[in-house]
């Protein structure tokens, strides 16, 4: 499955790489194999909106939307009308059908649970979808791969945006959005810099500010707190323990339930609003119009605009949105 058309060349993009390798492990197998390309519905369902949420000054995860939108939609649609059952995918959850539901599952290594990534998925995706790789750690595949000698047993974990590959993302991004520069702050007003576009920075960011030399206070290092987008300003502060940088509370829209059902509020569950972040307790306040409000047990750190938060009961993901305040 092929995703991306645009400066597509080995520099960037492991798209030729990663056919070859198929193609070893399908010869070794004796299986067919079968390639299809989705570039122009991954443009138009998920590039466009990853452009669209940074232009509107937020961060939005892609992967996400991929997940949604193309390999469970695009290419679903495209393994059933071949015939296929089932498309089972290498993502590390479960699923498991209890009381006429399907429900999502960490998977057994939570260090690789990619559960986050697909709770947008619906009961229609679970019911034709199988992830064989869901109960087992990630160092007992790679033994099934050498025993087997399949030419991915030491391939590298993909990690990133697909699209943007081993580029800086700073490069990337230039060449669809125009940057405008503008002052960086501190809270109080006080003028501390320059930035190269909002674009370029989310909450919690520390690299890349360039402000190292503006010392106050104990010296400590400078954070990304917030963003004016009205004004064209970014607002940062010193200290990873800033009390700017935590929140208990946010708002998020776009929500989706797996079950098909939101649960009756005030629901107590955990949640998460980052990949591989340990599940934080947090109470759903209220719910209305597909967003919601809720409160969290402890204050979180850098909560960010356009990420997704993701509830949870247990091993259960239960569903999730998009954070918007």
């Given at each position: ?115 986050y990534f697909l709770h947008l998925l619906n009961q229609h995706q679970l019911s034709k979808s199988l992830f064989p790789l869901g109960e087992l750690p990630k160092t007992e595949v790679r033994k099934i791969a050498a ?179």
């Amino acid at each position: 499955m092929k995703n991306w058309e645009a400066d597509d060349t080995d520099e960037y993009c492991a798209a030729a790489a990663d056919l070859a390798d198929a193609e070893s492990v399908c010869a070794q197998l004796a299986i067919p194999l079968t390639s299809v390309n989705f570039s122009d519905q991954y443009w138009d369902r998920v590039f466009e909106y990853f452009l669209a949420e940074y232009k509107a000054g937020r961060t939005p995860n892609p992967d996400v939307l991929c997940n949604k939108e193309i390999k469970f939609k695009a290419f679903l649609d495209y393994a059933i009308e071949q015939g296929a059952d089932y498309v089972a995918m290498g993502h590390y959850a479960r699923i498991r059908k209890q009381e006429g539901k399907f429900q999502l599952l960490k998977a057994k290594d939570n260090n690789k649970d990619q559960s986050y990534f697909l709770h947008l998925l619906n009961q229609h995706q679970l019911s034709k979808s199988l992830f064989p790789l869901g109960e087992l750690p990630k160092t007992e595949v790679r033994k099934i791969a050498a025993k087997n000698n399949f030419i991915t047993q030491n391939k590298k974990d993909s990690a990133g945006i697909c699209f943007i590959g081993e580029r800086r993302f700073k490069d990337f991004l230039q060449q669809f959005i125009p940057a405008q520069r503008g002052v960086m702050q501190t809270p109080d007003g006080e003028e501390i810099g320059h930035h190269d576009g909002l674009m370029y920075y989310t909450i919690g960011q520390r690299k890349g500010l360039h402000i190292g030399g503006q010392q106050q206070g104990d010296g400590s290092p400078w954070y990304v707190a917030d963003k004016l987008v009205d004004k064209n300003i970014l607002i940062v502060v010193q200290g990873s323990d800033n009390p700017l940088l935590y929140k208990k509370s946010l708002t998020a829209i776009k929500l989706h339930w797996i079950s098909g059902q939101a649960p009756a509020t005030p629901y107590t569950c955990k949640a998460k609003i980052r990949y591989r972040q340990a599940d934080e307790a947090c109470t759903i306040t209220h719910i209305n119009n597909n967003q919601c409000k809720m409160e969290f047990e402890n204050p979180q750190w850098a909560i960010t605009p356009g990420q997704s938060v993701v509830f949870y009961d247990g091993d259960i993901c239960l569903g999730g949105g998009i954070i918007d305040k």
